[in-house]
DNA sequence: GTTATTGCAAAGAATTTGCATAATC
DNA sequence: GATTATGCAAATTCTTTGCAATAAC
């Protein structure tokens, strides 16, 4: 599941050492005070990889495209996983996060975004020609859940 | 709050037709087909105008860059929204968001993506020296919950 | 020896911005 | 007439990719 080198190694010994969640700009200075002659792309390249295998989390990523919505009621959104289109979720109630997260290493709570990913009809329809009914994974940025 | 412009008025018209919800891209070749002479960078700033003024809304903006977290037990984060700071909530059950969304426009639910929006201690404390202690109002793209 | 991974530089994609012109108030 | 908005193109920002060289298994 992937090699062993160096750049690999100091990437994931730095992300565990710090405290924030850094961009992989600022590890890519991180790292190369180690490694002087790593290149960006390598970091990226190895961040990649290491999400895929769980070996860390990739977070705030929604895909990079903003999307506008003239019905401005309350109202959450569901991202199709495999064509991206976006459809509205209803019955739900308005406010459906119980929070006041109570820890939260001192963060004034002011909102939450909330966003949906599954699969549309359409996707779903092809993909059951295929029989690849259940094959996609996929990151959500978040822990999410699953359904049964 | 604005002036009234063929563009903006074009561009809100053809939203609101839209039961998708377009990217400034899709929203920008609609328009053009009633003037011609339109430019994305119009469309951009009007879409921005539009959703400041609360006429319509903005989704599926997370910030641009990614973050990384080598901590990959499932918790959520916060994001200050003056310095874009992350930190972790704890505290919240496991899986916050009481799903099954029901009527979903026919998609399946696999999961879902969930990021606080907060003000971080710092920044609070320099808004507090400044007297602005409350006035950062901002786009969550989503509906959220304001604290009392 | 093969094949994954690297560095580098160039390409991409989405969005923003500077500036002179034009339209609205 | 003052100011906001526009069109156009160039600039930004974050991320990805092609390719020949290198290192890991």
């Known amino acids: 599941m992937g090699r062993d080198t160096a750049q690999r190694r100091v990437i994931l010994e730095e992300l565990m050492k ?3 969640h850094p961009t992989a700009a600022e590890l890519y200075e991180i790292a190369r ?3 002087p002659r790593i290149s960006l792309g390598t970091v990226y390249r190895n961040l990649e990889h290491l999400a895929r295998a769980g070996q ?11 999307r506008f919505d003239a019905d401005t009621s309350p109202h959450h ?5 495999q ?16 929070v006041n997260p109570t ?9 939450y975004r909330l966003e949906f990913v599954g699969r549309c009809s359409q996707c779903r329809a092809e993909a059951a ?11 959500t940025g978040a822990p999410g859940r699953k359904q049964p």
């Open 83 to 98: 064509c991206d289109r976006l459809g509205d979720v209803l019955g739900l109630p308005e406010d459906p996060v119980p």
């Open 18 to 20: 710090l405290p924030s």
């Open 77 to 81: 959104h569901v991202r199709c996983v």
């Open 33 to 35: 005070r180690r490694l």
């Open 103 to 111: 820890v939260a290493e001192g963060y004034d709570i002011l909102a």
């Open 56 to 66: 860390i989390r990739k977070l705030g990523v929604g895909p990079t495209e903003a």
């Open 129 to 139: 020609v295929k029989g690849l009914s259940d094959n996609a994974e996929q990151d």
